[in-house]
Nanobody, 121 residues
Framework: QVQLVESGGGLVQAGGSLRLSCVAS????????MGWYRQAPGKQRELVAS???????SYADSVKGRFTISRENSKNTMYLQMNSLKPEDTAVYYC???????????????WGQGTQVTVSS
């Protein structure tokens, strides 16, 4: 069984920083694209940033210049460094993995359970 587990969320003041981690566990051979999404109360889930297996990245306009996505393929781990946080960044942050090849199987998409990020003004 393959799982994604996020960590690093919490409460921070506006202007502060947090670093989120997403670890994929299981007998994994490879993961194609990975991404961070967020969902604020009453809003739809939105893409924050994504990264391919070749480390090509993309960002939502709202976080460009403030957030940095990265990954360590050898550890099946993805990170999101969030700087200059704003109250509007408050949301549950989810990680997603696509095209996951495992021992004996394949997963098109896997989601983590989410980690809460709260930014106070």
């Amino acid at each position: 069984q393959v799982q994604l587990v996020e960590s690093g969320g919490g409460l921070v003041q506006a202007g502060g920083s947090l670093r989120l981690s997403c670890v994929a566990s299981g007998r994994i051979f490879s993961i194609n694209a990975m991404g961070w999404y967020r969902q604020a109360p009453g809003k739809q889930r939105e893409l924050v940033a994504s990264i391919t297996s070749s480390v090509s990245t993309s960002y939502a306009d709202s976080v460009k210049g403030r957030f940095t996505i990265s990954r360590e393929n050898s550890k099946n781990t993805m990170y999101l460094q969030m700087n200059s946080l704003k109250p509007e960044d408050t949301a549950v942050y989810y990680c997603k993995a696509e095209s996951v090849v495992v021992d004996g199987g394949y997963y098109a998409t896997i989601w983590g359970q989410g980690t809460q990020v709260t930014v106070s003004s």
